[in-house]
């Protein structure tokens, strides 16, 4: 299946700073890309569908300003939290989906102080 | 919200012994996907379903499917210690190509 690599796996920030996570789709064009968020012991909760070369559709609730999601080629698709607060600090996941099956990145741990 | 839910939230059990999940969801779907989720770490695909089918196998795997009860099984028989992780379903609905995922079970096998 697809190879996807996210990175960073872990970050720590302070509070007010933005934060861009990467997810780089190694083997596999991916037109469409999936952000997730997960609080401990918790489920995946869809955030948002980035799509290559146009505007990311956001789910209900999610506020676009705050994550901005940029997908600029058929491998590579940015998260970028702005101005973080404490509340932000998650679990930060993406996939892409290949052959009716989603495939992930190693997730990134976001500590915002 | 059309996340699903899972049942049990957490199941412990004995090595050797059979580990049975289950899945509820809200909408008509495609298929539905099992998925295993190590502690911090990214989810790797475990089997998928589709809504025309009942029963599907893979190895140690079972999956049922019931439609017109929204539901599905996980069943893991001859459960081994690296089998303790979290398990999740995941629908592709009719509509849209964005996937929902259970809220999970926690599964701990004992050596």
């Known amino acids: 299946g697809a190879v996807v690599s996210q990175h960073p796996s872990w970050v720590i920030c302070k509070s007010g700073t933005s934060v861009k996570i990467e997810c780089r789709s190694l083997?596999?064009?991916?037109?469409?890309m999936f952000w997730y968020r997960q609080f401990p012991k918790q489920s995946l909760m869809l955030m948002a569908t980035?799509?290559?070369?146009?505007?990311?559709?956001?789910e209900q609730g999610v506020e676009k300003d705050k994550f901005l999601i940029n997908h600029a080629s058929l491998t590579l698709s940015t998260l970028t939290v702005t101005s973080a607060h404490p509340e932000d600090s998650s679990f930060y996941i993406c996939?892409?989906?290949?052959?009716?099956?989603?495939?992930f990145g190693s997730g990134t741990q976001l500590s915002v102080l | 919200s059309q996340q699903g839910e899972e049942d049990p939230q957490a199941l412990s059990i004995q090595e050797g012994e059979n580990a049975t999940m289950n899945c509820s969801y809200k909408?008509?779907?495609?298929?539905l996907q099992w998925y295993r989720q190590n502690s911090g770490r990214g989810l790797v695909h475990l089997i998928l379903?589709?809504?025309?089918?009942r029963e599907k196998h893979s190895g140690r795997l079972r999956v049922t499917l019931d439609t017109s009860k929204k539901s599905s099984s996980l069943l893991i028989t001859a459960s081994r210690a690296a089998d303790t992780a979290s398990y999740f379903c995941?629908?592709?609905?009719?509509?849209?190509?964005?996937?929902?995922f259970g809220t999970g079970t926690s599964l701990t096998v004992i050596p």
């Open positions: 980035s799509n290559e070369g146009s505007k990311a559709t956001y």
């Open positions: 379903i589709r809504s025309n089918e």
């Open positions: 995941a629908t592709d609905p009719s509509t849209g190509n964005q996937f929902y």
């Open positions: 083997d596999f064009q991916a037109t469409t």
């Open positions: 909408t008509s779907i495609n298929n």
């Open positions: 996939s892409v989906a290949q052959n009716e099956k989603l495939f």
